[in-house]
């Protein structure tokens, strides 16, 4: 398997930009898929995930609200919208897949973002 996350820049702080991260490898439609990022000096956290079976999204709470993680399963594609980008968003965001919704068992290379304000 081999997710290939992308979409990330320089942005303003309430800018709106949308991950991308495509899977291959596998069958996508069975996998969960989430969304985690790591800013500087930080631990990763996570941000949110996608259910495979009903679509069904959880969120962290800093992210609860201003951002939407969505799969597009005939693409084989998931999607991070975030909306009103905080300085304190700034990070590598990374996308992950788990068979199981327990572990998480491949990972992106991550994409950056940098949220000026």
């Known amino acids: 398997v081999q997710l290939q996350a992308s979409g990330g820049g320089l942005v303003q702080a309430g800018g709106s930009p949308r991950l991308s991260c495509a899977f291959s490898g596998a069958f996508f439609s069975p996998y969960r898929m989430g969304w985690f990022r790591q800013a500087p000096g930080k631990e990763r956290e996570f941000v949110a995930h996608?259910?495979?079976?009903?679509?069904?999204?959880y969120y962290a709470d800093s992210v609860r609200g201003r951002f939407t993680i969505s799969r597009d399963n005939a693409k084989n594609t998931v999607y991070l919208q975030m909306n009103s980008l905080k300085p304190e968003d700034t990070a590598l965001y990374y996308c992950?897949?788990?068979?199981?919704?327990?572990?998480?068992?491949?990972w992106g290379q991550g994409t950056q973002v940098t949220v000026s304000s």
């Open positions: 992950a897949a788990s068979r199981t919704g327990n572990n998480y068992d491949y």
């Open positions: 996608i259910s495979w079976r009903i679509g069904s999204a």
